[in-house]
């Protein structure tokens, strides 16, 4: 039986854990595609494309992460809080968390940003799709589409 609850323990504790680790406050992340938003308090992790954007590239300290969303802050110090929207996803948040977020810079030059073309690098920072661009070019621009619209 004890087997058996910490079995148990161990598969709810995977809904937040994966398998990458929790980052601690004051960690420095950088975005790995524009996150839209309409209001920084409350961005959903269905990441419409409305609103202003935090860029590609644009490096974050992270305040907190639990299973019902991020708070973060960008370097000219204002917080943000990314709600979970189970709902609207098959994913869970810290899943969302390690989509959007890398402990490399990807704006760095050798980072992930310099594998795009020179279309795609403009069309990122743009925050627009363009016919030719590379999925991984169109995710950078636009995000991840909400998985309750696209499963797949």
């Not at 403009?122 to 998985?147: C, D, F």
Request: with cysteine; charged share 20%; aromatic share 12%.
């Amino acid at each position: 039986m004890n087997a058996t609850r910490a079995m148990l323990a161990a598969v709810s504790l995977m809904g937040l854990t994966s398998c990458a680790t929790i980052p601690q406050k004051g960690s420095a992340y950088y975005t790995t595609a524009n996150i839209w938003y309409t209001d920084p308090r409350d961005i959903r992790t269905t990441n419409y494309h409305e609103g202003a954007k935090i860029p590609f590239g644009s490096k974050v300290v992270i305040e907190y992460l639990n299973s019902r969303g991020l708070n973060f802050i960008i370097t000219n110090g204002v917080s943000f809080y990314m709600a979970y929207m189970p709902q609207h996803s098959s994913i869970s948040m810290k899943e969302h968390f390690d989509r959007y977020f890398s402990v490399d810079d990807t704006a760095k030059s050798g980072g992930q940003f310099d594998c795009f073309s020179d279309m795609e690098k403009e069309n990122i920072r743009e925050g627009n799709v363009a016919l030719g661009m590379s999925k991984a070019a169109v995710l950078a621009a636009y995000g991840y589409p909400p998985s309750h619209k696209t499963p797949d």
